[in-house]
């Protein structure tokens, strides 16, 4: 969607627990040369307990020629091992990607 001269997009990523016991997330954060074009929301830190799940929002603002190429990527550290990195991309010019919200999900 567009908001004045800018475009702006959200997408939600879902951290869930699906094994025995708590989940400790100590933080979910944004890195990367692009990482300003960003804003992270809703769950950034606590405890998932089994079986449930969080909702982060991903909100992507900026003109269409910010996210022609995107250094951008969100680290989530938690209590189950080393962190995970997930990469961020757009889908500048590309026939596969659509303008619907699609959901991403992470189960520790």
């Known amino acids: ?3 004045g001269s800018l475009y702006v997009r959200n997408e939600y990523l879902y951290i869930g627990r ?3 016991g ?3 997330v100590n933080s ?3 890195e990367g040369t692009d990482s300003h074009l960003i804003k992270l929301s809703g769950f950034l830190a606590g405890s998932i307990k089994t079986e ?3 909702r982060v929002i991903v909100t992507f603002q900026g003109s269409h020629d910010d996210f022609a190429t995107l250094d951008a990527r969100i680290r989530v550290s938690h209590s189950e091992g080393k962190d ?3 990469e961020l ?3 500048h010019n590309s026939r596969s ?3 619907e919200d699609d959901p991403v999900g992470v189960s520790l």
């Open 1 to 3: 969607a567009h908001v």
């Open 18 to 20: 699906t094994t025995h």
């Open 22 to 24: 708590n989940l400790s």
């Open 28 to 30: 979910i954060v944004l």
């Open 52 to 54: 449930t799940h969080k």
């Open 84 to 86: 995970i990195i997930i």
């Open 89 to 91: 991309h757009t889908c």
């Open 97 to 99: 990607c659509n303008d």
